[in-house]
Nanobody, 127 residues
């Protein structure tokens, strides 16, 4: 199983980035895909998630209205469009896969509900 995250980089505050997470080795449509981030010295926190079964999307309050998550089942890829980036968005962003048959969307913020994790992509927002 592999989750390959990409698309990170250095951007100025107010700018945009689009992250991608490509999945392999899993039945993609059985899994919700979430994005988490971890800044130096801080705990990993949930950013967003998208279900496969009903397409429901979830956003943390600190990114709501600025980030948008989507998925392309044919490409086994989930995207995270990040707009109006702030310096506090600086972190390593990880995608993760949650088996929907075991954990519903209620658990989308829990790292323990996710079976597989990608290696992360660095997002740095400068002022």
């Amino acid at each position: 199983v592999q989750l390959q995250a990409s698309g990170g980089g250095l951007v100025q505050a107010g700018g945009s980035l689009r992250l991608s997470c490509v999945a392999s080795g899993i039945t993609f449509d059985d899994y919700a895909i979430g994005w988490f981030r971890q800044a130096p010295g801080k705990e990993r926190e949930a950013v967003s998630c998208i279900n496969s079964n009903d397409g429901t999307t979830y956003y943390a309050d600190y990114v709501k209205g600025r980030f948008a998550i989507s998925r392309d089942s044919a490409k086994k890829t989930v995207y995270l469009q990040m707009n109006s980036l702030k310096t506090e968005d600086t972190a390593v962003y990880h995608c993760a896969a949650r088996r929907e048959a075991y954990y519903s969307g209620t658990y989308w913020t829990s790292i323990f509900a996710y079976d597989y994790w990608g290696q992360g992509t660095q997002v740095t927002v400068s002022s």
